[in-house]
Every structure is written in structure tokens, then in C-alpha cells.
């Protein structure tokens, strides 16, 4: 299980190893105006330009909040703006590790690697926007991480591993993935009954702790925030052979699956790992959710680079799964899906 990072001084140097890598990545485009919900504030920025991530950060000690936090505002610049709207304002507790503050750092013990973690509650003054609305539009899995200090466990989306070849690319699909949630809400998609049913699922299964409870083996961290890239690339690819009769969907218990005329012909489970009870319960999900008449294409997809049990590969031709793969792109930006 992921450990929450605790100590004052190390949030401190993880938050400056943060910034670090987003400023590296970025030039400075200059003190601009920030404005949100109830004032604006002028900080420095760091955007490659228009249409992309744009960074800027600030201390706020209790003059300026109830909990005093590293406040780490980040958009998608739009240059035609004379000020940038926050898409997200990723806060890191200074002195403590409060769930009311929705960014933190967690260690993989096995690796030793450092996450950024959001805990999905998304803000913005909107009706509409929020954590669970959130976590069901965007099938981000929810990872339990120990608080080691009280026993207890925090929940949140692996944003990335703090490394220079990847992070911003993870950060930047995070911030994008928001904004798109947000002009979801903003249309009024949120209120449709089909979307309602999803939150509604969503809040029945307790997301808090709806992800992996035992140790991450074989990389299973490293991949979990591209699980929805897997999705979305899939319906993509996917959509560009869509036929008049057919609708894609997913649900809360289905990755994603085809209907055509109302006849189930496809169903698909990504998984981000090839630890054996994963692929166990891949292989169950997809025959559960298959069990229709007449049978329905069975598909599987895992990463690129993992190797398959020769067992496994003997159950999957027998159940007549498929086996479909993805690749994740070197600077951390999204996959490729062999369909």
C-alpha cells in the first residue's frame, strides 16, 4: 500500500522538487492576473503557450487560509484571457495532512517512488462539480494510502510519479481532464438520468476505498493514472468504426462495451496490471459481463510491456478473450492502444 509522506520538511523539499520540474519544463511568461471565485491574485506563470498547462504557486500561511498550505494553481492558458481562470488549485498541507486540503505526496515502499495525489474533490463554484460527479465522468481509480502517523487511510487519484520525463505530461492530462469535466457540468450533462445512475453507483460502492488494498506488485502504480487514458483512447479508436445502430457506453462495473440494436456485441476490461488476482478478476468481469445471447466479443487489455502466464493465455482462448495491448507514450501524455 502507498504511504501517505508526512513530515513537514519532506513535504517541503517534494513541493520544491514540484515545482522544479514544471518550471524546468515551462518558460516563464511573466507575473499575469489569476482570478477564482471571490478575488484575483498576480503570480508568476509557466506555459509552452496557448492551449497548454500553465503553472503558478504561492505559500499560504494563515493570513491567508485556515489551513496553511502549498497552493499550486494550474490551468490551460488561453492568451487571449487578460486573466487565467485556475482549472485546479492543488494544495499541499504544510503543517499537516488534513482531508479538507486535496493534494498530497505518497511513497511506494517497494519502489520508493513519490506520487502526486489528488483526492478527486473538485472545486469551482458550479452546481454540479464535485468529487463523486467527478470520479464517476472520469473512471479514475481510487487508491487507498496508510497515514502511517494515526493508523488510518487516506483515498485519492495517482496523479504521477514526481519524474522529469513524465510528470508534467501527467499533471497537464489531470488539468485537461478537469476542464473537460467542467464543460460537461457546465452543458448540463450532469443532469441526465443515465449520468445520475453512474454517481449514484458510484456513492453505493464507497469510492473511498474502492481501490487495491494490498501491496502494488509489478508496476501497478507506475500505470494506475493511465487507466483512463486506456478508456478514452479505446473509445476513440473505437468510435472511428462505429456504425449508425451501434452505442459505446461504459458503466461503474464495464470499462466499456458495444450495442448494436440493442444487442450486446463487445465488451472490454482494462487492466494496469498483470499481477495474477488481477488478471483473475479481468478474466471473471469479462465473463459476467458477457453473459448474454447471442455471445458477445470478450476483450483484454494490458500494458505493452507485460508478459502473460502461459495459463492465463490458455483460459483467455478458452473463454475466447481477446487480447489487446497499450502502450504508454515516453512523456507521460497518454497511450497508444493496439485495436
Known sequence: MLELIIA???????????????????????????????GNDDLE?????????????????????????????LGIYDESRSAQTPTVELNIAVDDNS?????????????????LMHTGKVGGGAKGVGKTAFLAWSRSPVVPVLDASGGT??????????????????????VK???????FVKQGHHEDPKFRELVEELQNFSPEFAGLKTGYLDSTVEYLSYHGDVIDELYRKRSKLKTPSEVIYNTNLIDLAVRDSGVLTEVYEAKTSVDRQVL????????VHSAEQPKPRKFLVIPKDRVLPN??????????????????????SGVKVDV
Not at 9 to 36: D, H, Y
Not at 312 to 326: G, N, S, T, V
Request: charged fraction near 25%; avoid cysteine.
Open 45 to 73: 506563470l509557466f506555459t509552452k503557450g496557448d492551449g497548454h498547462l500553465w503553472y503558478g504557486e504561492r505559500t499560504l500561511t494563515l493570513k491567508d487560509a485556515k489551513i496553511p498550505r502549498y497552493w499550486n494553481a
Open 177 to 183: 481532464r478537469v476542464a473537460l469535466f467542467k464543460e
Open 280 to 287: 483473475y478478476t479481468a478474466i471473471g468481469q469479462l465473463i
Open 8 to 38: 513537514k520538511n519532506e513535504k517541503a523539499r517534494l513541493q520544491k522538487t514540484l515545482s522544479s520540474i514544471v518550471r524546468s519544463a515551462s518558460p516563464s511568461v511573466g507575473v499575469q492576473t489569476v482570478g477564482f471565485p471571490g
Open 99 to 115: 482531508g479538507r486540503v486535496s493534494g498530497f505526496f505518497a511513497r511506494d515502499p517497494a519502489t520508493k517512488k513519490i506520487y
Open 311 to 332: 495459463d492465463i493465455h490458455a483460459a483467455m482462448k478458452e473463454h475466447d478473450i481477446e487480447l489487446l495491448r497499450f502502450a504508454v507514450m515516453t512523456d507521460g
Open 153 to 174: 487511510q487516506r483515498s485519492g487519484i495517482v496523479i504521477g510519479s514526481l519524474d522529469r520525463e513524465t510528470f508534467v505530461g501527467r499533471v497537464e492530462r489531470f
